[in-house]
């Protein structure tokens, strides 16, 4: 028998049995409001002024290098699975909803009824296919999640490019740098046309006219703490960029063969690689992932990022000298 009702009693299925892809019966939860941190609200963030942290067209435009054509090769792979473990949670999910119309509504199980034991069955399986949309559609979420996050890290040593796209960000926090010096500068001479001057410095007409203004802390301009910390992340990538350019000029370590394993450095893919003739043990597995290493299946290989701290680890997981 079939009936007209849209959700099944609560009784019939259990807490489990509803998928994270669909409607929650007690409607959507508002979205939070974004945070003010300790900023005055009439003082818009000067976060978005400076230009090193816009989006370079020119960067974003030109053809995929072979690491980022694999980025994109795994960001696909992730979307593709998150949408076929969107399918499978709504097919779980309008099969438990089927198989769930079938008992009328506010049917009791009868107790010692020769119909009893399959009763509870049909009723168990309707929550466990429930459990399995709703296990799905988290997976699904997951997936999506980890398929946005693909790139996302920063500049990565495996890309070809990676000093160029340091030395392009770089010069950006150079710019704002110079830029929030000048405009505190500015604000610190203060006088007619202030704002004027501001604008023909480049910023936009709303933050010329809102940075004059005191903050919480009663601070015009560009904080203190903005230029230090602009400061540091330049120093950083001028250390990365300098770190980068000397691996580059270091010559290729020899291969280290021992008794059924060998370590080597591909600098081609980046890579530090320990290859065994047999799978390792148990308690060498362990070894090699609390060293940072990890089975590539493509490689055939144990490996961690190309560093000498990598090159170092290998040795002394191999007890070699």
Avoid at 221 to 236: M, T, V
Avoid at 252 to 281: K, L, Y
């Amino acid at each position: 028998m079939t009936n007209d009702r849209d959700i099944p009693p609560a009784d019939q299925i259990s807490s489990t049995g509803s998928s994270s892809r669909h409607p929650d019966p007690q409607g959507p939860v508002p979205a939070l409001s974004p945070p003010q941190g300790g900023r005055s609200p009439t003082r818009p963030s000067t976060s978005a002024v400076c230009a090193g942290e816009q989006a370079d067209p020119a960067v974003t435009a030109r053809p995929l290098n072979s690491y980022e054509a694999k980025q994109q090769a795994r960001r696909e792979r992730l979307q593709g699975a998150s949408e076929r473990a969107g399918r499978d949670s709504d097919a779980l999910y309008g099969r438990a909803r089927s198989m769930a119309d079938v008992i009328p509504l506010g049917q009791p199980i009868l107790v010692g009824h020769h119909s009893e034991k399959r009763d509870r069955g049909y009723r168990s399986r309707i929550s466990r296919t429930f459990e399995r949309a709703h296990e799905a559609g988290q997976k699904a979420q997951e997936l999506a999640a980890r398929a946005a996050s693909v790139g996302t890290a920063g500049v990565s040593s495996d890309d070809p490019d990676a000093v160029v796209k340091l030395r392009e960000k770089l010069a950006g926090l150079e710019a704002d740098q110079a830029r929030m010096v000048v405009v505190n500068r500015e604000i610190r001479k203060g006088g007619a046309g202030l704002q004027e001057r501001l604008i023909g410095l480049g910023l936009p007409a709303l933050v010329a006219d809102s940075i004059v203004m005191p903050d919480f802390a009663g601070r015009v301009g560009f904080p203190d703490y903005r230029l230090k910390n602009n400061g540091a992340e330049i120093r950083r990538i001028q250390k990365r960029i300098a770190e980068l350019l000397a691996s580059a000029q270091e010559p290729e370590r020899e291969p280290i063969v021992g008794d059924g394993w060998r370590i080597a450095e591909d600098r081609d893919d980046n890579r530090i690689a320990i290859t065994f003739a047999a799978i390792p043990s148990h308690d060498q597995r362990d070894r090699l992932k609390s060293h940072g290493f990890r089975w590539s299946p493509t490689r055939g290989a144990w490996v961690r990022q190309r560093n000498n701290a990598a090159w170092a680890a290998a040795r002394y997981v191999l007890g070699v000298k």
